[in-house]
């Protein structure tokens, strides 16, 4: 039998953020620096936002754990960055303030892709946010997913049906952005936003759990923090 873990921290000091990076950093393939990238690919227990909050930077964050020269800097350069990524790094400077966010606040955490990456793709940075706000009203929320191809027999003669966004647990970007924009870039539990306290991240949760048939959709989600999400608020949600 497998052993089963949790996947989040218990706690979110910052002894426990370092100790989560060493543990990473153990698992990294010899030679390989330990990117922002890597880190999520090797599913860290603390999000990589919670790390630029708290110590500045990623760069800052290494250092704090003695990991400074598995830094790989900024290799992200304008042609290898996909649009999707640049407005996922849009929307989660913009939760941050609570509001769009200025050209000069893209050089500074939480954002991960500076703010002349834009201006190089889009022309200005006014066209930019213009961008990320049809990218963020326009993706489509019911288009078909096909299921994995299953093999028709005579005791299933019908084909696989396909899937809507709204079967699916994982909430897409632009319908996370969505959810936090309807409430205010705050945590309808407690109230707390990342604009007005530190270390504060927000997660969509569903009101309805997909466990219990709850769909992945913007009425069943709601805009909860971590520590309300994960049942260590001090007001439950009704």
Known sequence: MGRYEIDFLEEYTDEALVAELRRIAVLLPSGKRLTQETYEKLSGRAS???????????????????????????????????????FENVAAVWTHYGRPPRYREMFCPPS??????????WGTWRKALKAFVDWANSEASSEPIQGPAKPITEESPTVPKSRTEAD????????????????????VACGRSPATHLNIELHADHKHSVADRGKTTLENLQTLCQDCNLGKGRTSVK
């Open 48 to 86: 990589r936002v919670t790390f630029l909050r708290r110590f500045g930077g990623w760069k800052q964050a290494l250092e704090k754990a003695g990991l400074g020269h598995l830094h790989g800097g900024y290799p992200q350069l304008t042609a290898q960055l996909t649009d999707s990524e640049c």
């Open 168 to 187: 699916c647990r994982e909430v897409r970007p632009g319908l996370r952005f969505k959810v936090f924009m309807r409430d205010k870039f705050r945590c």
């Open 112 to 121: 991960t892709i500076q703010g002349k990456t834009y201006v190089t793709r």
